[in-house]
């Protein structure tokens, strides 16, 4: 997992390129496409794929989500030229992360443990409304409840198409009691230091609170 500092004033801008296989290649992805939507429910909506990547802008446009499942093909993934970007936030409050463990709904990773909420870029929201948006979606929690926002870097897993783009987002003190998403089986408040010592924890959730604790100066 490798890390990459941000520029603050860090945006995002969209291009109108688009992605057009060979005939052949396409039949092949949506054929994979397919097979894995009958093993289960999978929806084709957009993602977004990088042109682009410096400190201070991603560049990239919108493209199926059905070229991201074909990345998961051994023989397709070669012909896929680029990556995905998605959303990783860290939710904390106090010495407590919001954390959830991944239902079997799943496309990748079922049952693990990872920082929430997750997600993709829809076309229109900048990143920080996408993270609000997703925070209310997965776990019910008000945006207006965010005390604090910080950009904690852009995330890659060379075993991964995606590069997450990492977020924090501390909260207002008081009780919460997150509800759970379709995509978490469960979720919950944890101590960072319980959160870190998971067995099955997503690698980009670990380095978003090793991140978050070097940046406030905590000790692991």
Same mark, same amino acid.
């Given at each position: 997992?490798?890390?990459?500092?941000?520029?603050?004033?860090?945006?995002?801008?969209?291009?109108d390129?688009?992605?057009?296989?060979?005939?052949?290649?396409?039949?092949?992805?949506?054929?994979?496409?397919?097979?894995?939507?009958?093993?289960?429910?999978?929806?084709?909506?957009?993602?977004?794929?990088?042109e682009?990547?410096?400190?201070k802008?991603?560049?990239?446009?919108?493209t199926?989500?059905?070229?991201?499942?074909?990345?998961?093909?051994?023989?397709?993934?070669?012909?896929?030229?680029?990556?995905?970007?998605?959303?990783?936030?860290?939710?904390?409050?106090?010495?407590?992360?919001?954390?959830?463990?991944?239902?079997?709904?799943?496309?990748?990773?079922?049952?693990?443990?990872?920082?929430?909420?997750?997600?993709?870029?829809?076309?229109?929201?900048?990143?920080?409304?996408?993270?609000?948006?997703?925070? $209310?979606? %997965?776990?019910?929690?008000?945006? *207006?409840?965010? =005390? !604090?926002?910080? +950009?904690?870097? &852009?995330?890659?897993?060379?075993?991964?198409?995606?590069?997450?783009?990492?977020?924090?987002?501390?909260?207002?003190?008081?009780?919460?009691?997150?509800?759970?998403?379709?995509?978490?089986?469960?979720?919950?408040?944890?101590?960072?230091?319980? $959160?870190? %010592?998971?067995?099955?924890?997503? *690698?980009?959730? =670990? !380095?978003?609170? +090793?991140?978050w &604790?070097?940046?406030?100066?905590?000790q692991?």
């Amino acid at each position: 997992m490798e890390r990459y500092p941000l520029d603050q004033n860090f945006s995002i801008k969209v291009s109108d390129f688009v992605f057009l296989p060979s005939m052949e290649l396409q039949e092949k992805i949506d054929h994979y496409w397919n097979e894995q939507c009958k093993k289960k429910p999978l929806f084709n909506g957009t993602i977004f794929a990088v042109e682009k990547e410096t400190s201070k802008y991603i560049e990239g446009f919108f493209t199926e989500y059905k070229y991201y499942i074909a990345t998961q093909s051994e023989e397709l993934r070669p012909h896929i030229p680029f990556r995905f970007l998605g959303l990783s936030c860290l939710v904390v409050c106090g010495d407590q992360v919001l954390a959830g463990r991944r239902s079997e709904q799943v496309a990748s990773y079922c049952g693990y443990m990872e920082a929430v909420p997750q997600g993709v870029f829809e076309e229109g929201l900048n990143f920080w409304r996408q993270g609000e948006k997703e925070l $209310f979606e %997965e776990s019910g929690i008000d945006p *207006s409840r965010i =005390r !604090e926002k910080r +950009l904690l870097g &852009l995330f890659r897993d060379a075993q991964s198409p995606f590069d997450d783009l990492g977020l924090c987002f501390s909260l207002k003190e008081g009780g919460y009691t997150p509800t759970s998403s379709s995509e978490h089986d469960s979720l919950q408040f944890m101590p960072y230091k319980e $959160f870190l %010592e998971l067995d099955k924890l997503i *690698s980009t959730s =670990r !380095e978003l609170v +090793l991140t978050w &604790l070097c940046s406030e100066q905590r000790q692991v």
